[in-house]
């Protein structure tokens, strides 16, 4: 159905700028993230190498610069899974450094902490909890079973368990935070499509409206534009329509417009449109048509409507709408057209109503 088409594309653009904004603050969090770590690291490494601490000081001025090659990779390819990949591999060497070292007086694991927020900001939100899960995995091999070859500082027992009980402590409450803003956020998404939709919807006839057609009708254009296909407008308006809300009551005409809302929809294609343009009045657009096919279609939906059974208060009423036929086969633009149909709208209701003109 057009209008059902109409509603789907409407939720598909606006998950579709979600998506393109999300993407680009992930992008923006990945540089400024390894922009900040390389200078952290760096910074570490000139102080660590100025105490002596030679074997802190080469890690952290290698994984700065590996850091820093992860921005270069990054704004070379633009591939975010590299960059993700890279920075969460650096970040992982580094905390296990720490952890392993003590760092300096022992308090390198505590940069955990920090680092599990990092992860969680910068990464896409599952990668992030699975690379703060992956922490916690470190800080149990390495405080429970450590590898033979690894010599890890002289930790306490206290600190030990301590420190694994509030870093796992960490974990959980983040990822119950991250479930809870992941419902909300899809609960804020549906409520945002509900307010997009009901925009661009007229709530009499539940068909689009202006707002939505003219957004189409200038995509169409462009289209047009580009590919020289013709598409063809339907300016509708009903007849007479005056007549219904004198003698039988705005009610009746609101049922009047709702029938002829329904025939016209079910009797296109599912990719044209029909929207009500305001008042009695309607627009179809009608994708890839030529003129021939626009007359054929405009008569088909002028016949549908001729023939709906229509009875206000037990009277019945003949139904009859007037098309004005425009086929963009010249470039334009949309508001040039939409005139042209008017045109051809009036024309069509000089000549006697009830009949469609190209």
């Given at each position: 159905m057009p209008a059902q088409?109409?509603?789907?594309?409407?939720?598909?653009?606006?998950?579709?700028?979600?998506?393109?904004i999300e993407l680009r603050r992930q992008a923006l969090l990945l540089y400024l993230g390894n922009a900040v770590a390389s200078i952290f690291l760096f910074g570490f490494g000139v102080a660590n190498l100025v105490a002596e601490r030679?074997?802190?000081?080469?890690?952290?001025?290698?994984?700065?610069?590996?850091?820093?090659?992860?921005?270069?990779?990054?704004?070379?390819?633009?591939?975010?899974?590299?960059?993700?990949?890279?920075?969460?591999?650096?970040l992982l060497a580094l905390f296990g450094f720490l952890v392993a070292t003590g760092g300096v007086d022992h308090t390198g694991p505590l940069w955990g902490y920090p680092m599990a927020v990092v992860a969680l900001s910068i990464l896409r939100a599952r990668f992030g909890l699975a690379v703060i899960a992956a922490m916690l995995g470190v800080i149990l091999v390495l405080f429970l079973a450590p590898p033979a070859f690894i010599e890890i500082a002289a930790y306490s027992a206290a600190f030990k368990l301590r420190y694994t009980a509030t870093f796992l402590a960490l974990v959980l409450f983040t990822g119950l935070h991250e479930f809870a803003r992941a419902k909300s956020q899809g609960a804020l998404e549906q409520v945002s499509e509900q307010i997009d939709r009901l925009s661009q919807t007229d709530v009499?006839?539940?068909?689009?409206?202006?707002?939505?057609?003219?957004?189409?009708?200038?995509?169409?254009?462009?289209?047009?534009?580009?590919?020289?296909?013709?598409y063809a407008i339907l300016y509708g308006d009903v007849d007479d329509f005056?007549?219904?809300?004198?003698?039988?009551?705005?009610?009746?005409?609101?049922?009047?417009l709702r029938?002829?809302?329904?025939?016209?929809?079910?009797?296109l294609r599912q990719h044209d449109i029909v929207c009500r343009w305001g008042g009695e009045e309607?627009?179809?657009?009608?994708?890839?048509?030529?003129?021939?096919?626009?007359?054929?279609?405009?008569?088909?939906?002028?016949?549908?409507?001729?023939?709906?059974?229509?009875?206000?208060?037990?009277?019945?009423?003949?139904?009859?709408?007037?098309?004005?036929?425009?086929?963009?086969?010249?470039?334009?633009?949309?508001?040039?057209?939409?005139?042209?149909?008017?045109?051809?709208l009036y024309r069509a209701k000089q000549a006697g109503k009830n009949r469609a003109l190209d």
């Amino acid at each position: 159905m057009p209008a059902q088409a109409a509603t789907m594309q409407s939720g598909d653009t606006l998950r579709q700028r979600y998506e393109t904004i999300e993407l680009r603050r992930q992008a923006l969090l990945l540089y400024l993230g390894n922009a900040v770590a390389s200078i952290f690291l760096f910074g570490f490494g000139v102080a660590n190498l100025v105490a002596e601490r030679h074997l802190l000081a080469w890690f952290t001025l290698v994984h700065g610069g590996i850091t820093l090659a992860n921005i270069v990779l990054f704004r070379v390819t633009g591939n975010r899974n590299w960059a993700s990949y890279g920075f969460t591999y650096g970040l992982l060497a580094l905390f296990g450094f720490l952890v392993a070292t003590g760092g300096v007086d022992h308090t390198g694991p505590l940069w955990g902490y920090p680092m599990a927020v990092v992860a969680l900001s910068i990464l896409r939100a599952r990668f992030g909890l699975a690379v703060i899960a992956a922490m916690l995995g470190v800080i149990l091999v390495l405080f429970l079973a450590p590898p033979a070859f690894i010599e890890i500082a002289a930790y306490s027992a206290a600190f030990k368990l301590r420190y694994t009980a509030t870093f796992l402590a960490l974990v959980l409450f983040t990822g119950l935070h991250e479930f809870a803003r992941a419902k909300s956020q899809g609960a804020l998404e549906q409520v945002s499509e509900q307010i997009d939709r009901l925009s661009q919807t007229d709530v009499l006839t539940d068909l689009p409206n202006r707002r939505y057609m003219l957004d189409r009708l200038e995509e169409e254009n462009s289209r047009y534009l580009r590919h020289q296909h013709p598409y063809a407008i339907l300016y509708g308006d009903v007849d007479d329509f005056k007549q219904i809300n004198d003698r039988y009551g705005h009610a009746a005409g609101d049922e009047a417009l709702r029938a002829i809302a329904h025939a016209m929809r079910t009797r296109l294609r599912q990719h044209d449109i029909v929207c009500r343009w305001g008042g009695e009045e309607f627009l179809v657009l009608l994708p890839e048509t030529g003129a021939e096919l626009a007359l054929e279609v405009a008569e088909k939906l002028r016949a549908a409507i001729a023939a709906i059974e229509f009875q206000p208060g037990g009277i019945a009423h003949r139904l009859s709408i007037s098309f004005g036929v425009q086929v963009a086969s010249v470039p334009d633009t949309v508001d040039n057209f939409i005139h042209q149909a008017d045109q051809k709208l009036y024309r069509a209701k000089q000549a006697g109503k009830n009949r469609a003109l190209d």
